[in-house]
């Protein structure tokens, strides 16, 4: 298999260390440390569920000795397709008992990227729950065994397993648990949100990732005290680190999980929890202030929401405070490492009209124009940055890691951002051709792969379109050949490709060509950025 790394220059990784953000801590010694300190404490609670830590770190350590009694071994890579539901944290910190990778994929995916995640990794596990809003992740499992015949262990956490192996709820005799791996080892796999083609795969140590939890939890407030709402899906980068779920747990907080981010279903919740802090992005924060007030539940308990994945306007902002209660925190970050917020001690017009400063002293921030040159604060350039928890490389990606990092070691993250004093940023865009819908990063050029597959579509570029609920919507401009099927029959035929449902194009146009220059051709980021023009034009 090809080696799983994440290096920083030695240099770098010992100002890391001597100055204390890397602690050489690993995810299963923090839990084990408070399962110690706080046993009958609530971690997790799941609908009418709850688990104290005690019983979290017996539930972890017994699957850990399932995986190993299944046939895994210490260091193979595991996909984890999971809901939020209690399960999701037996499974996940089982796998890093027993010293396996986790890669964490979102309910959404498909089989085309299940597929993808499991070659590029090189899986031997999938571990699923039976289904989730009405879908069968065992029918997954077996149409992915059947494309990766590598994946040979299938495990089930919740529901009937069929012919799949049963997640163990007990430790049982006879297996012995692998000592603890060491903290700068790579900890799991997190997914990019892809600028061009399938989604590319970012290992993370526990050195790395740990530090911009605790680090996020100082900033944010998080304590011991803490109720933590989970309202996005567990396995994204923005509901596990910022602060996240394992922030929270980290600080021995109480952790809560939704099955939906609807005001229907979170509003209950925290009157029922008292929950104090939870993240969403723009469209969910949107829809809880048009719910809230016809809403008879108490929500008081509520003292920070982070909103973050997309960028939140400052018209829409400025209501959080008065309408929910709470304090508005914003982030920006992104799953290769940087991350910013606002502090809550903030002026109210830096939180309502930036999306924060780093997390860290060392996180080196460069905000630069075409050429490379840092351009004066205050103007737009493409933000660029490196620090003790921004990755230093893709997984196995030679062509992106040369697209994505420079000579020194600086990631270029592909947004568009102005720094103010203080190190403040606004996000002004992207520079690449994706599509940030309701805070989920969709590669233009996939989805125009899907399309071009379909017989009746000769040509088709996918575009951005602003829209005031999502952020940004897709758009797909279709030049047809032969019969021009239906707008709705493309969007039916593109479900029929194994891909998440939000990369289904929001709207259709039919074109009859695409304008070229005088050479008869045109790059495909000019041809997207004229078509964006002219439809906005002509609305």
Excluded at 146 to 154: D, F, I, L, M, R
């Amino acid at each position: 298999m090809t080696p799983l790394r994440q290096t920083w220059p030695d240099d770098l990784a010992r100002r890391y260390r001597e100055k204390g953000y890397w602690r050489g801590e690993t995810f299963s010694g923090f839990l084990r440390q408070r399962a110690a300190e706080r046993p009958d404490a609530i971690a997790i609670v799941d609908r009418d569920r709850s688990w104290s830590y005690a019983e979290l770190l017996a539930r972890a350590e017994a699957a850990a000795a399932g995986y190993l009694r299944a046939g895994l071994k210490p260091g193979d890579r595991v996909v984890v397709q999971l809901p939020n539901i209690a399960e999701f944290f037996s499974a996940v910190f089982g796998l890093f008992r027993a010293g396996m990778i986790p890669l964490y994929a979102l309910p959404a995916h498909r089989i085309t990227e299940i597929a993808h995640f499991a070659r590029k990794a090189e899986a031997v596990g999938y571990v699923i729950a039976e289904r989730h809003d009405g879908f069968d992740y065992r029918d997954q499992a077996r149409a992915l065994q059947a494309e990766v015949p590598a994946v040979a262990h299938v495990v089930v956490v919740a529901g009937d397993a069929a012919e799949f192996t049963k997640l163990a709820t007990e430790r049982g005799e006879g297996v012995a648990l692998p000592p603890d791996v060491s903290s700068s080892d790579v900890a799991f796999i997190q997914i990019s949100g892809g600028s061009t083609g399938l989604s590319k795969l970012i290992p993370r140590t526990h050195d790395d990732y740990l530090y911009s939890c605790w680090a996020s939890n100082e900033i944010c407030g998080v304590t011991a005290e803490s109720v933590f709402l989970v309202a996005l899906p567990a396995a994204h980068n923005f509901p596990m680190s910022s602060p996240g779920h394992i922030g929270a747990l980290y600080a021995g907080a109480k952790v809560v999980l939704s099955l939906s981010a609807s005001p229907d279903a979170a509003f209950p919740l925290i009157e029922r929890e008292r929950v104090s802090i939870t993240g969403l992005v723009p469209p969910l924060a949107l829809l809880w202030l048009q719910a809230a007030p016809s809403k008879q539940n108490d929500i008081s308990s509520l003292q920070v929401l982070l909103v973050g994945g997309a960028k939140f306007t400052r018209e829409v902002a400025k209501r959080v405070r008065p309408v929910l209660g709470c304090t508005l925190q914003q982030v920006f970050g992104m799953a290769e490492g940087l991350v910013n917020y606002t502090r809550l001690d903030d002026p109210e017009e830096t939180i309502v009209s930036t999306q924060g400063r780093p997390i860290s002293p060392d996180d080196e921030v460069l905000v630069v124009d075409d050429l490379g040159n840092p351009v004066p604060e205050g103007e737009p350039g493409y933000l660029l940055a490196r620090g003790p928890y921004t990755i230093r490389g893709y997984h196995n990606d030679p062509a992106a890691n040369a697209r994505s990092f420079t000579s020194d070691g600086f990631y270029r993250t592909g947004d568009i951002v102005r720094r103010f004093p203080g190190g403040y940023l606004e996000v002004q865009g992207r520079a690449g051709d994706h599509i940030n819908r309701a805070g989920e990063k969709i590669s233009a050029e996939e989805i125009e792969d899907h399309l071009l597959a379909h017989p009746n579509v000769f040509d088709v570029a996918i575009v951005s379109i602003p829209d005031e609920f999502l952020g940004e919507r897709s758009c797909a401009f279709v030049i047809a050949q032969g019969e021009k099927p239906k707008g709705s029959a493309l969007k039916a035929w593109m479900r029929t490709r194994g891909i998440a449902e939000f990369k289904v194009p929001d709207q259709i146009v039919f074109v009859e060509h695409f304008a070229t220059t005088a050479a008869g051709k045109v790059s495909r980021k000019e041809l997207r950025a004229r078509l964006r023009a002219e439809f906005l034009q002509h609305q």
